[in-house]
């Protein structure tokens, strides 16, 4: 009898010891790395001490047509809730489009959705386009369609103008623009740059 309870506890005991061990081993790893297919890759390094904080996240996608997309963050936090929104802090990210035209992105923070490469960037948002430099609170990016809308607080400089405005919607692939105020009464506030010489 004492045989059998002897042989219990020690079952018993060799049961924890693996699970604490399986806990250690596999669910509180520091580092992290994924990679998604063939045309996207994902490098992830989780902060010591934390399970939710990663820092010095990275993702990269290629489209069917050769455009490239890389965005980076110095930390961020997968979103419990949908495990394909990451929530990304101190943002920076690069559009490569087949002409060889670049698109740099920055921002505090950003929604990145590892499903579609959609991004919404938030908080000092800066989208730098050959000679265009637009600011904005607020961007969607499709990576999908190539389009951006920049929105709340627009300002847009060029070597031709400056402007204010609500919104700003871009089309990489045709090169269009389209700038809007949310109210149809208030007016696309513009200003000229003239570089005779003189100024």
Do not use: P
């Amino acid at each position: 009898m004492d045989k059998k309870i002897y042989i219990q506890i020690s079952i018993i005991f060799l049961i924890i010891f693996i699970i604490i061990f399986v806990y250690i081993d596999y669910f509180r790893s520091s580092k992290t790395e994924i990679t998604m297919n063939d045309k996207g890759k994902t490098k992830v390094n989780s902060l010591q001490g934390s399970d939710d904080l990663i820092t010095e996240m990275f993702y990269f996608s290629e489209d069917n047509k050769g455009n490239k997309y890389e965005i980076k963050s110095e930390y961020g936090v997968i979103n419990t809730d949908k495990s394909n929104l990451i929530l990304m802090d101190k943002v920076k990210a690069i559009i490569y489009l087949l002409d060889g035209e670049k698109i740099f992105i920055s921002s505090k923070k950003a929604q990145y959705d590892d499903d579609n490469n959609d991004t919404n960037f938030s908080g000092s948002v800066k989208l730098v386009y050959v000679n265009h430099v637009i600011k904005s609170d607020n961007m969607d990016l499709s990576f999908n369609e190539q389009t951006a809308t920049l929105y709340d607080n627009v300002k847009y400089k060029s070597s031709l103008s400056n402007l204010s405005a609500d919104r700003v919607f871009i089309n990489f692939i045709n090169k269009n623009t389209k700038i809007q105020m949310n109210d149809e009464n208030n007016n696309v506030l513009v200003r000229s740059v003239i570089n005779n010489g003189n100024n």
